[in-house]
């Protein structure tokens, strides 16, 4: 549920993204969004509470530096490609990356559990997919992805890893670093940091939704299996198409469909263990 709940969560922060950089430079929005979320993330590393571990902060701050870097990538691509190859590929990699390190590590995977794992990052793929007008090659698309997939999948596994009595900790530098290299990527490409009012809002809540998700997913992988945390907080793309099909109409494609009927298997599969 934890999982789920922070699927929801990023998702509707990713669409919210996706609302903001229409009225503001998207690198602004991710710049600022990572600055306010500094703020909520420490108010529920507050409220948690925790014991404050010193490789926790320090597993954070890597990992913040890795979603920056991701984001950075998943938007340029973006830019030239919009979701069509840059986006499947981020997500199945973002969920495939802590699954990967976990088995190798020794973690256990009950046969039922895998099935749904595995459907899942079926699911990922296939809800993410859309129609591409962009003249870019799937080449420099797929570049992006994997920036997307190594830099976002990084940030999953760096929090994955914390202590379970780390509490919420470790996402206050994640997001601290995230924002410092966000500040500094502004300062080389010479972007005027200039934040419409308009975009406030949105921006506002990316940052209040994004901490939140990373707070549950860290909470469940605190209580639960970190494979299952991942692809089902990964799932995130779900939450996005459903938000992008109430506020703006968009039909869902049938593939779409298909990935979101998967997902509902996933789910099924992995909650029965």
């Known amino acids: 549920m934890l999982s789920l709940g922070?699927?929801?969560l990023a998702g509707t922060s990713d669409f919210l993204g996706g609302l903001a950089s229409r009225r503001a430079a998207a690198l602004v929005v991710t710049a600022a969004s990572q600055l306010f979320s500094m703020v909520a993330a420490f108010v529920l590393a507050l409220i948690v509470?925790?014991?404050?571990?010193?490789r926790d902060l320090w597993l954070g701050a890597l990992g913040g530096v890795g979603g920056a870097l991701?984001?950075?990538s998943l938007y340029a691509g973006y830019s030239v490609a919009r979701v069509s190859v840059a986006a499947p590929?981020?997500?199945?990699g973002a969920a495939a990356l802590p699954v990967l390190f976990d088995v190798a590590t020794g973690g256990d995977l009950v046969m039922r559990a895998g099935a749904g794992i595995t459907l899942g990052l079926v699911a990922i793929a296939l809800i993410s997919l859309e129609r591409s007008d962009s003249t870019a090659s799937v080449g420099v698309s797929l570049r992006y992805g994997f920036g997307g997939a190594i830099g976002l999948g990084a940030l999953l596994l760096c929090l994955s890893r914390t202590s379970d009595d780390g509490g919420l900790w470790a996402v206050v530098p994640s997001r601290v670093t995230g924002g410092l290299v966000m500040l500094i990527v502004l300062a080389i490409t010479r972007t005027n940091f200039r934040l419409p009012r308009v975009a406030l809002a949105p921006v506002l809540g990316i940052a209040v939704f994004g901490a939140c998700a990373n707070s549950m997913f860290v909470v469940a992988t605190q209580i639960g299996s970190v494979s299952t945390a991942a692809v089902l907080t990964s799932m995130f793309p779900a939450a996005t198409v459903m938000w992008a099909r109430l506020i703006f109409g968009e039909r869902l494609?049938?593939?779409q469909v298909l990935g979101l009927g998967f997902a509902l298997v996933a789910v099924g599969l992995i909650a029965s263990v």
Do not use: Q, Y
């Open 49 to 54: 509470g925790g014991d404050v571990v010193a």
């Open 6 to 8: 922070a699927a929801l």
């Open 89 to 92: 590929v981020a997500g199945v």
């Open 253 to 255: 494609r049938r593939v």
């Open 70 to 72: 991701g984001l950075l």
